[in-house]
């Protein structure tokens, strides 16, 4: 708000009747009512609307609205300010409500550390909250984009502290049920916990934000951390049960150890994988849940053998023998494998035609509890008031003002008149730039019969308007730059906000801005075409040295989408190559074959085609936090499957059958991952609890992909793992 005009930065329905009506009145009745010089302060309104009947206001309004000589913007401009149940052609007009729009001086305002005559955006935003007085039958809501922001990070906040807690409680009574040992549940609690503590002193050491994505990492490390105490804990018990403790912990570290070392590098790549997003938001939760995994490995590859090691030593606790549980029953996969595979792959085509009808969205209000006070202020906002902002802005930085400027102005404004989907009206489109704002401030719009003054007529400007363009508004020849420059100079000191609104001078150059507006039924590929099309009228401006950025709401949604598609394409391609090479580097160097590497990631393909399916059959869409589900997918899918394989070639290279290698796999390792993956699916399963929508659906799905990796681990993958080994016998 710029504190020399106040009622320059404030748009209100109000003082725009209110002016109306003061220009109206003769100079008997200003007397009267103590105005001596009918300039539209905020006093002199304030005495205007106290002093007029509500009828008169209604019929000054009626008549601002059906005067011939009423600029169009204001005609448009002025019913978006009041409630839908406004009627513009009424000559009695009413509405249930209204909109009043602040504007702050952004030097002044800033979001953090405010300097010498700076505000943060949050106070100040909480100043007007509180200066709001309610009227008689007058709610009043009070929207800004601080408020929200706050809204959605207090929300996250809450909902983690509540779920966190929780996530650990189910946790233990999980491992409580796997280990049937308060020792061994100690060990994997500890471990996690420090590996939060890790993962949150790093995130404060590199200045990361809070948001929804990263307020969820911890759960994600509580998931998938447990998964290494699992591990190493039903490996060493089986190891335990022929071996003394210090060959059976040994034999354990050298079976499972590099498993687990190869599982944690893909899910890591896995989450650093996001890196390639152009959102910060999305690239701070990829490296918090990277850290976070890769302390939960180091912890646990210390912390589980030794206290291990020594509570056995001491005959502290029960021993106890590993259960394959229900595992055992997993023959299918090694005495039906073909059966296996081609039911697999029926599932997968039928889900690929479900995933490819996907659809990608972005809103912020989205995170917004549904039943919170901002979220509902949002929705009355939406529901309520013509607010959307159908347009296409065309940013253009750089140059010096001058006729070259002024001419490229023109012709960029030419050439947006044939472009495909902008709303035409008398059949021209109507744009707002630097040559419209000077047009306007040179032609005076005053009605004597309806009483309307033209407030954005001045003509001391008309003179000097006309001194270089003629009344087309074509630029008369011999004009010069100093011209030019003395037009804007005098909007500069005598309209500021009009000025502002289509042109800065900075230390960089000139940045204009070129609107118009576009229809607000077009689907994805038209507003690109929009975008295309207003890029491509800007050539004019480029030519003088400028730099072109296309935008507005609609352009900058399918921008967001477009880059979100982009961001999960890389992201994925990027985990599912990083990989697969690293694993079948592995499995060439360890076991000498180049299949098992790609046999073992098959799997997790269908697995993200499954998951994908899956959110289009239950309505889910590809968002800010879903977009990250696929890579982590493949992460997690390729670690369960990293641990099958392993065993599985293990035992056939300790002589063991191929049915009884399948076997050992299915049901032995099998029943860790299954155990590792329950718990997995609980701590993502809880975050469906959170106030927050796109959290709940993040929780949600991720807990169906982990359900799904289990499935693709245990029974798909030993079941092309056996129809390979019996190929390679052959």
């Known amino acids: 708000m710029d504190p020399e005009d106040p009622q320059g930065s404030i748009i209100s329905p109000v003082d725009i009747v209110a002016t109306a009506v003061l220009y109206g009145m003769n100079e008997n009745i ?68 209204m909109v009043v729009a602040i504007h702050f001086d952004k030097g002044s305002v800033v979001d953090s550390s405010p300097g010498e005559g700076q505000v943060l955006a949050s106070e100040l935003e909480s100043r007007v909250a509180g200066h709001l007085i309610e009227g008689d039958g007058a709610p009043i809501h009070f929207i800004g984009p601080e408020s929200t922001g706050a809204a959605i990070i207090d929300t996250a906040v809450t909902s983690m502290e509540a779920l966190f807690p929780l996530a650990a409680l189910a946790i233990v009574v ?110 701070e939760f990829g490296v918090l849940a990277a850290v976070g995994i890769s302390g939960s490995f180091i912890v646990m590859i210390i912390l589980v053998p030794a206290v291990r090691t020594l509570a056995d030593a001491r005959g502290v606790g029960r021993r106890r023998e590993h259960n394959e549980g229900f595992c055992n029953g997993l023959s299918l996969p090694h005495r039906r494998p073909v059966l296996v595979i081609v039911l697999a792959l029926v599932l997968t085509m039928a889900m690929g035609m479900a995933a490819i009808q996907l659809d990608t969205t972005f809103d912020l209000n989205d995170f917004l509890p549904e039943d919170g006070e901002a979220a509902m202020d949002l929705e009355f906002l939406e529901a309520g008031f013509n607010t959307a902002d159908t347009s296409v802005e065309l940013l ?74 003629d009344d087309s508004g074509a630029l008369l020849p011999g004009t010069d730059d100093a011209t030019v420059v003395a037009m804007v100079n005098w909007l500069d000191i005598n309209a500021t906000r009009s000025l502002a609104s289509v042109m800065v001078d900075s230390d960089t150059g000139v940045w204009l801005l070129i609107t118009a507006p576009m229809d607000d039924t077009l689907d994805d590929d038209e507003v690109r075409t929009v975008a295309y099309e207003a890029y491509t009228d800007a050539a004019p401006l480029i030519e003088q ?30 985990t599912f190559l990083i990989c697969l090479s690293v694993l079948t580097l592995v499995m060439y160097l360890r076991h000498r074959s180049l299949v098992l590497g790609p046999l073992a990631t098959l799997p997790v393909v269908l697995c993200v085609v499954w998951m994908w399916g899956t959110m289009e059959l239950i309505g889910i869409p590809l968002n800010v936090m879903t977009m990250t589900i696929a890579s982590l997918t493949v992460g997690m899918g390729i670690t369960y499957g990293i641990h099958i394989t392993h065993r599985f070639v293990g035992e056939l290279e300790h002589g063991a059958t191929i049915e009884d290698a399948a076997h050992m796999a299915s049901a032995s390792t099998g029943a860790s991952v299954i155990g590792a993956g329950v718990t997995t699916m609980t701590g993502f399963a809880l975050l469906a609890l959170s106030d927050i929508p796109p959290v709940q659906q993040f929780g949600g799905i991720t807990a169906i992909a982990v359900l799904y990796s289990m499935v693709a681990a245990v029974m798909i993958l030993p079941s092309f793992l056996v129809v390979w080994a019996k190929f390679s016998r052959r």
Not at 417 to 422: A, N, R, V
Not at 448 to 458: E, F, L, N, T
Not at 552 to 570: H, K
């Open 396 to 469: 253009a930085q750089g140059g010096t003002m001058g006729t070259g400027i002024i001419l490229a102005i023109q012709d960029t404004v030419e050439g947006m008149q044939d472009d495909t989907y902008l709303i035409r009206t008398d059949g021209d489109v109507e744009t707002l730039s630097l040559m419209s704002v000077m047009a306007d401030w040179a032609s005076n719009s005053s009605d004597s019969v309806s009483g309307y003054v033209d407030p954005q007529y001045s003509s001391d400007f008309e003179s000097l308007y006309l001194s270089g363009f």
């Open 30 to 97: 200003l007397s009267a009512i103590g105005i001596d010089d009918p300039i539209p302060t905020y006093d002199n309104l304030i005495r205007v609307v106290s002093v007029t009947p509500t009828p008169y206001l209604k019929d000054a309004l009626h008549q601002l609205l059906s005067s011939p000589m009423a600029p169009d913007s204001l005609k448009t401009g002025l019913p978006r300010l009041l409630s839908t149940d406004f009627d513009p052609t009424s000559d009695r007009p009413e509405a249930a409500g």
């Open 545 to 574: 040295g400028m730099t072109i950025t296309v935008t507005g709401n609609d352009i900058a949604s399918e921008t967001i989408v477009s880059e979100l598609d982009r961001s999960q394409a890389t992201a994925l391609l990027v």
């Open 174 to 283: 999980i491992m409580m049920i796997i280990y049937r040992d308060p020792i061994d549940t100690a060990i994997g609690l500890a471990g996690l916990l420090i590996a939060v503590i890790w993962m949150f002193g790093f995130a404060s050491a590199v200045g990361y934000s809070l948001n929804p994505l990263t307020l969820a990492a911890p759960i994600l490390v509580l998931g998938l951390g447990i998964d290494y105490s699992i591990h190493l804990i039903m490996r060493y018990r089986e190891e335990r049960s022929e071996l003394d403790v210090k060959n059976a912990m040994s034999s354990t570290m050298a079976a499972v150890g590099g498993a687990l070392a190869l599982a944690t590098l893909t899910t890591v790549v896995a989450f650093l994988s996001n890196l390639t997003s152009s959102l910060e938001p999305m690239r």
